[in-house]
């Protein structure tokens, strides 16, 4: 599995138009083969920074939603109506019996 963190921090300006698009890629990335959990978070400390929580079965999983053209322009718009460059780390997981 492999987990995605995302962080975008819109200008306040725009942070409506950053909120309704998140939602909306983040309910349209859900469907898509190989997505286990696809979330978007307000950071409380900085309300106009959102978090982005993404599980994906395996890489070729998340490497066709990086392709998929929604998801293209979802970033490009967002990063456009950014305050700063988003930032995005994808981990290698597996889980943990304790």
Do not use: T
């Not at 460059?85 to 290698?92: F, M, N, R």
């Amino acid at each position: 599995m492999l987990i995605v963190i995302g962080s975008i921090k819109a200008q306040r300006e725009h942070l409506p138009r950053v909120l309704e698009l998140s939602l909306e890629h983040v309910n349209r990335s859900r469907l898509e083969p190989g997505c286990l959990f696809h979330s978007v978070h307000r950071d409380v400390e900085d309300e106009n920074r959102l978090v982005f929580l993404e599980h994906w079965a395996d890489a070729d999983a998340l490497r066709a939603h990086f392709a998929v053209p929604a998801s293209i322009a979802f970033v490009q718009e967002a990063a456009s109506l950014a305050e700063e460059a988003p930032s995005l780390q994808i981990y290698e997981a597996q889980p943990a019996s304790i």
